[in-house]
């Protein structure tokens, strides 16, 4: 059975299945391409199945890390909103310095908030942080005003042993009270 297609040219069933066929494998490719699983180990076969398998495993990790970042988000303005004075410092000469140790399960999660005038090195913080028996996962500073905001997440080097989280926390807050 012949077919019309818009610019008027007759098409049978055989082309349009196969044209059918042709667009399907180019957006299984392009999904393949945006799932790194399988974008990582293009030589190894996939059936579609597990391709597709693939791609909605990684659409469900996404969502759950869009949930995480979110959560984090909703943290960061909570401390924001808790702690206006942090971040501003509008009628003040020079706002106060803040340090926060937390313990979390196997590590433990740093918050500095130091004056910029300060001159508190990320690699200090660091060094402070692996001496107390961590190990840094991952950590990051951004500047907001005339603050610097460093945040540290850092796991036990040695489990058995853990963190010393006391001993952190005093020389952090040591190094905040120095550093000028």
Do not use: W
């Amino acid at each position: 059975m012949m077919q019309i297609s818009n610019d008027g040219k007759k098409i049978d069933r055989k082309t349009i299945e196969k044209n059918r066929r042709t667009h399907m494998k180019k957006l299984c490719f392009k999904l393949n391409s945006l799932v790194p699983s399988l974008s990582s180990q293009p030589f190894k076969l996939f059936t579609q199945e597990s391709q597709f398998d693939h791609s909605i495993a990684y659409i469900e990790h996404l969502r759950k890390r869009i949930e995480v970042l979110k959560d984090k988000r909703n943290e960061a303005l909570k401390y924001v909103n808790d702690y206006p004075s942090a971040l501003s410092c509008e009628g003040v000469s020079t706002p106060p310095s803040t340090v926060e140790v937390h313990d979390l399960d196997g590590g433990l999660k740093v918050l500095l908030i130091s004056n910029i005038e300060k001159n508190i090195s990320f690699s200090e913080i660091i060094s402070i942080v692996e001496e107390g028996g961590a190990e840094v996962v991952k950590g990051g500073y951004t500047i907001a005003d005339d603050k610097v905001i460093y945040t540290l997440h850092a796991k036990a080097r040695v489990t058995r042993i853990g963190i010393e989280i006391e001993s952190v926390h005093q020389k952090l807050q040591e190094l905040i009270n120095r550093s000028s």
